[in-house]
């Protein structure tokens, strides 16, 4: 037999359980979400002293520089790497830590301790691997004719932060993909 179902006797206590949520959502997601919409249709001052609502203005010149463009397609460039590199580099460790192997839990630890690692600390420690002049990884690569430079090269850099992030999400992708094979 099933759980049974409660029920409420009448309105106001639902109303009072849910209203703290309510009110919450509200105040930190809708209100602000609206007020962006708002200031979008607005020109402000460099100090934000006095503004000015010039309507659909603001996404016409949006829409109509290239730039824009460029950061679209680097940023869908970014996140299809960083997801297909962190899945299917976790779904690859899953596989091999879902195996019955000697030290399989010390193996699994080692695995998920990445995601402990603050994200400001993931980026000083690939910093100083790829750092171009002193950097271990940067410097291996220069003595097999790979020049490498993120400072210069803006697909360099692309490629040290699609890493970086990628790094960060396999431990995270890795704990789903062993929780479901077992």
Known sequence: MGPERVTFGGRLLPAALIAPQLLIVGLFFYWPALQAVWQSFQMQDAFGLSTEFVWFENYRALFTDPGYYQALVTTLVFAVAVAGLSLGFALLLATMADREIRGAGIYRTLLIWPYAVAPAVAGVLFG??????????????????????????GNHAMILVVMAAAWKQVSYNFLFFLAGLQ
């Not at 790829?130 to 410097?139: D, N, S, T």
């Open 128 to 153: 100083f691997l790829f750092q171009p002049g002193l950097g271990l990884v940067a410097r291996g690569l220069n003595q097999i004719g790979i020049p490498w430079n993120p400072l210069l090269d």
